[in-house]
């Protein structure tokens, strides 16, 4: 299949990426179009967060044809899907019109969940039926990039797109007056309270404090039980809606009772993708938030007071929730909350736990 276009990226590595121009040239442009970052120019673009995630894109694209960029509200991908919905006049002066009048850069693209007007994240990728006939060039300081190139570049790109997201301080966090003990060792943190309930209340602040700050585009979660829902439905309907507006989020569920059954349908009535699966048992709670990995340690007799608890309610009216507060979630029994930052790790977690629900059979 003949090519029949190009678009050049010329990239400098001075002090950090930088994209310093691009050349584009396609017959539905009908000339060759050169943009610089230089606002003098005729055609021109700043190093905004839309040109960094287009950047992004396009040499993840030029690694594997099949990359993509996805995020919640605050993501590099948001910024990019709102300049595509908009149509700032860089995108024009970069991509040029066709003989209508019609910008190019509508046809350069795909977008899943435009606008995330469904919630969740958006996902953009490059429309493999234009770009069939388009090859994408990089330049890194007027020296072709060759594959190794593309790889560091990326690698270089991924440290300055979590440069982005602000850090969390763990102990500034509401509910951080409840922790018993802190230790962190490099990359893992490991909070230490006295029951169930403490970590639980402290937790809750940091699943919304994650979300917020970008650090949860995509959720995953394994656990034996959920009890936020038999606690407060109500309340705990309203966070789904709101975290689904962030990020994905997959459940899997390993306990056995009906309760657990009811809790798996409660999330999927909102968006939630949730599963209670087959000869599955978790004695480890493990959440995934992109590269952050939440893992919760109890002690045997609290985790038994857990499953008696939800085995021995038949139904959610049955469910007595005075005494789950008060014997076992507030009894003294300690318990240890350890946050670890790994992409390696955590990509991997998120591949199995996501292959888990696959494969699984529901209960």
Not at 156 to 161: A, G, I, S
Request: charged fraction near 25%; include cysteine.
């Amino acid at each position: 299949m003949p090519i029949e276009g190009y678009l050049r990226l010329h990239l400098s590595l001075d002090r950090e990426i930088e994209l310093l121009s691009t050349e584009f040239f396609h017959p539905l442009a009908g000339e060759v179009i050169f943009t610089e970052r230089n606002k003098n120019s005729l055609r021109s673009f700043s190093w905004s967060r839309g040109v960094k995630a287009l950047t992004y894109l396009l040499v993840s694209s030029a690694y594997d044809k099949n990359a993509y960029i996805e995020g919640g509200a605050g993501s590099l991908a948001a910024s990019l899907d709102y300049a595509l919905s908009k149509k700032p006049m860089w995108l024009i002066d970069m991509f040029g019109t066709d003989s209508t009048g019609r910008p190019i850069c509508n046809r350069l693209f795909r977008r899943i969940n435009p606008e995330r007007k469904r919630g969740g994240v958006v996902k953009i990728m490059l429309n493999q039926a234009f770009f069939s006939h388009c090859r994408i060039e990089i330049f890194l300081d007027d020296r072709s990039a060759n594959l190794a190139d593309l790889k560091w570049l990326l690698e270089l790109f991924h440290q300055d797109v979590e440069a982005l997201i602000p850090t969390i301080d763990l102990l500034k966090l509401p509910g951080s007056e409840l922790v018993k003990s802190f230790k962190r060792d490099g990359n893992t943190s490991e909070l230490v309270f006295d029951t169930l309930g403490d970590l639980d209340s402290y937790f809750g602040s940091v699943h919304l404090s994650f979300l917020e700050s970008a650090h949860g585009r995509s959720i995953v979660g394994s656990v034996a039980h959920s009890w936020w829902p038999l606690l407060a439905p109500q309340q705990e309907r309203e966070n789904a809606r709101k975290f689904l507006s962030y990020a994905n989020i997959s459940y899997l569920y390993g306990g056995k009772s009906p309760l657990d059954l009811w809790v798996s349908s409660y999330y999927r009535r909102f968006g939630v993708q949730s599963k209670r699966i087959a000869d599955a048992y978790f004695y480890r709670d493990l959440w995934v938030y992109d590269d952050y990995i939440f893992q919760v340690f109890l002690p045997m007799s609290c985790i038994r007071d857990v499953d008696y608890a939800f085995r021995e309610a038949d139904s959610l009216e049955e469910f007595d929730r005075e005494s789950f507060i008060t014997s076992v979630l507030y009894k003294p029994a300690e318990a240890t909350l350890v946050i670890s930052r790994d992409r390696i790790l955590s990509d991997n977690l998120r591949r199995s736990v996501m292959k888990l629900f696959k494969d699984s059979v529901p209960l």
